[in-house]
């Protein structure tokens, strides 16, 4: 978590809490009670109406509030699309991390944008159909975030299943597939993996590096058809894995 994520997380616990003790806030956030004295010294002395001490606890003084968020009102149907959608797409972690912004965001907002943003009539519906994935889609994010090799099987068009190494570069939903663009350590070149076409799937622990020739920016360099088709709009038909 950074820095100015745990700071928002520790003025809203403590919000909530006639006393709040640094033992408690230091087993909610994961981080050693020493770093929530250290946050807490550094809250106080931007202003933060806290009072209290190390071993007894700490009380926030009534009516402080977190400066408020101005949107416009299509910024707020932006944001609030684009978070359903990802409710609705994408893997329970990131479905329940998009949850959590809109909650955050109403938390700060002016009283009639909350309610503006409760009411917005923009709908991402569940009753679609995706094709569907056999491993957690959470970790090939975390693999692409941490930059570590994933080891799978594979099946491409025409039906044959290799086994690859490969450097896991983005991930794009192309509905009703999402598609994987990576550096194939077997075929020594970049190919693009539908994830429904993925039968094994591992994340090998094996970091890699930035390399020249092998970066997402060489891959969209190679072929922009990965964001946008040659007529200017969006690709339905990514670059093969085979």
């Given at each position: 978590?950074?820095?100015?994520?745990?700071?928002?997380?520790?003025?809203?616990?403590?919000?909530?809490?006639?006393?709040?003790?640094?033992?408690?806030?230091?087993?909610?956030?994961?981080?050693?009670?020493?770093?929530?004295?250290?946050?807490?010294?550094?809250?106080?002395?931007?202003?933060?109406?806290?009072?209290?001490?190390?071993?007894?606890?700490?009380?926030?003084?009534?009516?402080?509030?977190?400066?408020?968020?101005?949107?416009?009102?299509?910024?707020?149907?932006?944001?609030?699309?684009?978070?359903?959608?990802?409710?609705s797409?994408?893997?329970?972690?990131?479905?329940?991390?998009?949850?959590?912004?809109i909650?955050?965001?109403?938390?700060?907002?002016?009283?009639?944008?909350?309610?503006?943003?409760?009411?917005?009539?923009?709908?991402?519906?569940?009753?679609?159909?995706?094709?569907?994935?056999?491993?957690?889609?959470?970790?090939?994010?975390?693999?692409?975030?941490?930059?570590?090799?994933?080891?799978?099987?594979?099946?491409?068009?025409?039906?044959?299943?290799?086994?690859?190494?490969?450097?896991?570069?983005?991930?794009?939903?192309?509905?009703?597939?999402?598609?994987?663009?990576?550096?194939?350590?077997?075929?020594?070149?970049?190919?693009?993996?539908?994830?429904?076409?993925?039968?094994?799937?591992?994340?090998?622990?094996?970091?890699?590096?930035?390399?020249?020739?092998?970066?997402?920016?060489?891959?969209?360099?190679?072929?922009?058809?990965w964001?946008?088709?040659?007529?200017?709009?969006?690709?339905?038909?990514?670059?093969?894995?085979?």
């Amino acid at each position: 978590m950074r820095r100015a994520d745990r700071l928002f997380e520790i003025i809203q616990f403590m919000r909530q809490r006639p006393l709040t003790r640094a033992r408690d806030l230091a087993e909610k956030l994961e981080v050693s009670e020493r770093t929530i004295y250290r946050d807490i010294a550094d809250l106080m002395a931007t202003g933060v109406p806290i009072e209290g001490e190390a071993g007894i606890g700490y009380v926030m003084r009534a009516g402080y509030d977190l400066p408020p968020l101005m949107f416009k009102e299509a910024e707020i149907e932006a944001l609030v699309l684009g978070a359903r959608i990802v409710q609705s797409w994408a893997d329970n972690e990131l479905a329940d991390a998009a949850g959590n912004v809109i909650a955050k965001v109403e938390a700060v907002i002016p009283e009639a944008l909350r309610t503006f943003m409760t009411n917005t009539a923009l709908l991402a519906p569940s009753l679609h159909y995706m094709e569907p994935i056999g491993f957690d889609l959470a970790q090939l994010r975390g693999a692409l975030r941490d930059r570590f090799k994933v080891d799978i099987d594979y099946q491409d068009a025409y039906g044959d299943l290799t086994s690859r190494l490969v450097r896991p570069l983005s991930l794009a939903y192309f509905g009703p597939v999402w598609v994987m663009a990576g550096w194939c350590e077997l075929r020594q070149g970049f190919r693009t993996f539908r994830l429904d076409r993925i039968s094994r799937f591992e994340v090998t622990g094996e970091a890699f590096a930035q390399e020249p020739g092998k970066s997402l920016k060489d891959f969209l360099a190679r072929d922009d058809t990965w964001t946008r088709g040659r007529d200017g709009r969006q690709s339905r038909e990514p670059l093969s894995g085979h």
